[in-house]
């Protein structure tokens, strides 16, 4: 079945440590999102990208990085600048011109 | 990008029929009202989408005003799996992402 892998489910990391989230789907969709949810929060984008080798960052890019290598992937680099890592992280995917969107079950990350 | 206003929480009895509304006074005339749920633990998941019609599907009904300012998801009989917060939000093909709010946490009572 077609779908959208997020993994870890949950990640526990030192401060200062960067970590990386994966993202990977075999939907053939275009563009992919990063979203990160705080507790009784709503969702706040933190990069997309339309295009492999392209991407754009959203309302909370700093402290964050991501890459674009194929269309199936895109990784998000949690870095030691971000102040609060500590979040709930979305992944969605979602074809070109069509907004229904496809999230991944999460990664819920911890820093201590 | 649209705002948009939701109720912060809603319950409902099983088995009878939830209305969910939201308000989008500043949407843009291209922009489609989608609608996502969310259950604990979990990522959003689609549920409805229109433009200017009404539109039913297997989970849900949508209901648009006429001046598109304001929509109803309404959902014909809620079951204790329906329990899970409700986002609105307006969008259109293009290059701008999907804004969610904090939506409407909907609770169901058995």
């Known amino acids: 079945d077609g779908g959208i892998t997020q993994s870890p489910k949950y990640l526990f990391r030192k401060e200062g440590q960067n970590v990386t989230l994966s993202c990977e789907q075999n939907l053939n969709h275009d563009a992919m999102y990063w979203y990160r949810q705080d507790p009784g929060q709503g969702l706040r984008l933190i990069y997309y990208s339309q295009i492999v080798n392209d991407f754009q960052k959203g309302d909370i890019a700093e402290g964050y990085s991501v890459s674009r290598e194929k269309k199936e992937s895109f990784p998000l680099t949690v870095t030691s600048a971000q102040k609060n890592p500590t979040a709930f992280y979305l992944c969605a995917s979602s074809p070109w011109t069509d907004y229904g969107y496809t999230f991944g079950s999460g990664t819920r990350l911890t820093v201590v | 990008d649209a705002k948009t206003t939701q109720p912060n929480s809603m319950e409902s009895n099983e088995e009878e029929p939830v209305h969910l509304p939201c308000n989008h006074s500043?949407?843009?005339?291209?922009?489609?009202i989608h609608w996502y749920r969310q259950l604990p633990s979990q990522g959003p998941e689609y549920v409805i989408h229109?433009?200017?019609s009404n539109v039913n599907n297997r989970m849900a009904s949508l209901a648009i005003a006429e001046d598109r300012k304001s929509s109803t998801l309404i959902l014909h009989r809620a079951t204790l799996r329906d329990a899970a917060v409700y986002y609105c939000t307006p969008g259109n093909s293009g290059n701008t992402p999907l804004v969610f709010g904090k939506g409407t946490r909907l609770s169901v009572i058995a």
């Open positions: 229109g433009l200017t």
């Open positions: 500043t949407i843009s005339g291209t922009d489609y």
